[in-house]
């Protein structure tokens, strides 16, 4: 069975950075696929980003140039390093792979 923990969410004022990150119980990682959703308060689970298994990235519109996806196969994690953030970014992350989500950590980017 998958088991994806997500952390690094928390606090930050907009401009700021954060860096999230998703571990993996086995050695899923370096096979699939992964990425990242998050979902706002009374909001849809929005797609924020994705690598494949060689390494190949993938950015929605709304945080290219400021959000990056990386994994490290030996550590079955992958990584979300977030820069400038701004309050439209707040929300709770997931990482997921194949069908299978985390248990998400919440983001919150406010003076």
């Known amino acids: 069975q998958v088991q994806l923990v997500e952390s690094g969410g928390g606090l930050v004022q907009p401009g700021g950075s954060l860096r999230l990150s998703c571990a993996a119980s086995?050695?899923?990682?370096?096979?699939?696929?992964m990425g990242w959703h998050r979902q706002a308060p009374g909001k849809a689970r929005e797609w924020v980003a994705s690598?494949?298994?060689?390494?190949?990235?993938s950015y929605a519109y709304s945080v290219k140039g400021r959000f990056t996806i990386s994994r490290d196969n030996a550590k079955n994690t992958v990584y979300l390093q977030m820069n400038s953030l701004k309050p439209e970014d707040t929300a709770v992350y997931y990482c997921?792979?194949?069908?299978?989500w985390g248990q998400g950590t919440q983001v919150t980017v406010s003076s």
């Open positions: 997921w792979a194949l069908n299978y």
């Open positions: 086995g050695s899923i990682f370096s096979r699939n696929a």
């Open positions: 690598i494949t298994s060689g390494g190949t990235t």
